[in-house]
């Protein structure tokens, strides 16, 4: 069975400064990997994902995740963010062979501060 | 034009009652979800249809009862509403038979059910 974990449930962070938000994940199979970001009262939104091919993946609004196979990780970056980026981001997993379902991480609270 | 719409966007009603929340996609996707995220913000996926068919139902008190009349809509009906309802439903739509998005979820805007 699949499972997503993410490491931290809130990340303060000063408006312009770096963050990541660590993701790591269990699966027997291979995977397809998600990061999505939620809005103060909005749906979830897909930042980025992870099919196959190069590890390191861009995404909206200036966030990257890198896939770390060895490591189960797919950890979610932005080199510098904005007070707009306040939001709960959720990463995600899912089975290219099938089964219909998505797993989603409990998700992090980014809060940035001026 | 809104990929995926639910309504309403807020309810509130009393324990006990019957109520429901419909859910259009026009993104023609063949695959349709319902999710109940808590007040942690906690996501659980609760039933998916995939061409009409349900395909998956979790461990959903059988008071939930998912409907999907055709491909591009998918209804939650709740009877007998209970406190621990409460909750934002999220529907969500995704095109399984092209994975070339890899699954890709696009997710309306939510249901905020109050049960008082």
């Known amino acids: 069975a699949q499972s997503v974990t993410q490491l931290d449930s809130q990340v303060p962070v000063f408006e312009e400064a770096p963050v990541e938000l660590r993701c790591n994940y269990s699966?027997?199979?291979?995977?397809?990997l998600f990061w999505y970001v939620q809005y103060p009262n909005q749906g979830l939104q897909l930042l980025l994902k992870?099919?196959?091919?190069?590890?390191l993946v861009k995404g909206i609004n200036g966030f990257e995740a890198e896939f770390n196979k060895s490591q189960t990780s797919f950890h979610l970056r932005k080199p510098s963010v904005h007070i707009s980026d306040t939001a709960e981001y959720f990463c995600a997993v899912s089975d290219p062979g099938g089964g219909f379902k998505t797993i989603f991480g409990a998700g992090t609270r980014l809060f940035v501060k001026a | 034009d809104t990929a995926v719409s639910q309504t309403p966007k807020y309810l509130v009603t009393q324990m006990g009652n019957d109520k429901s929340i419909k859910c259009e996609q026009n993104l023609g996707h063949d695959t349709m979800y319902w999710y109940k995220q808590d007040s942690k913000k906690f996501l659980k996926i609760m039933f998916s249809y995939n061409n009409k068919e349900l395909i998956i139902n979790e461990t959903v008190p059988n008071r939930f009862s998912p409907k999907s009349p055709d491909k591009a809509h998918l209804n939650l009906h709740i009877n007998s509403l209970e406190l621990g309802d409460s909750a934002v439903y999220f529907c969500a739509s995704s095109s399984r038979t092209h994975l070339v998005g890899g699954d890709t979820q696009y997710f309306g805007p939510g249901t905020r059910l109050t049960v008082l």
């Open positions: 699966s027997s199979v291979s995977v397809y």
């Open positions: 992870y099919l196959s091919g190069s590890t």
